[in-house]
């Protein structure tokens, strides 16, 4: 491991508390996705098609929480998780918009936590969940172009 740069227990702690500020973001996240899912199915005539993707988006949360809660756990602390209220109400788009919002904070995250690091392997799989991020961001915003009030 190539923690070298990390050499005091405050940058360590730091990073740390960094990767748990992500892994409530990823679940909280996975949540959303779930509950947009349903939305879609609920609101948009043959929604079926886009609820299948929230899913998927879904799943790639879930995936990106794991990686940030195994990190953790690698460096010998324990992920902590307080899931934050998931904003949600009845309009489509404002729903949208909000999570727009969110997806933009996760990639820029991705980039904070990229200028801590100094694991090579580590800085290889956050480069894979910032693409995936960007592929959120960039299907909701698309999507919520195409929504009209
Ligand atoms: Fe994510
Ligand atoms: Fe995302």
Avoid: C
């Avoid at 360590?12 to 879609?40: H, P, Q, V, W």
């Avoid at 694991?119 to 956050?126: A, G, N, P, R, S």
Wanted: proline letters at 1%; glycine letters at 4%; zero cysteines.
């Amino acid at each position: 491991m190539e923690y070298k740069n990390l050499t005091t227990m405050k940058d360590k702690e730091k990073f740390i508390k960094m990767l748990n500020y992500g892994l409530n973001y990823e679940y909280t996240d996975f949540f959303t996705y779930r509950k947009e899912s349903a939305m879609m199915q609920k609101k948009i005539v043959s929604g079926e098609k886009l609820a299948d993707e929230f899913i998927r988006f879904s799943n790639m949360e879930l995936r990106h929480a794991d990686i940030l809660s195994n990190k953790i756990v690698e460096l010998g602390f324990e992920p902590i998780w307080q899931m934050e209220n998931i904003f949600y109400n009845d309009s489509l788009r404002e729903t949208l918009l909000r999570h727009i919002e969110k997806e933009n904070l996760a990639y820029k995250f991705y980039t904070e936590l990229q200028k801590i690091n100094t694991d090579l392997t580590f800085e290889i799989v956050i480069k894979g969940i910032q693409q995936d991020e960007k592929e959120h961001l960039n299907r909701l915003t698309n999507l919520f172009k195409k929504i009209g009030n």
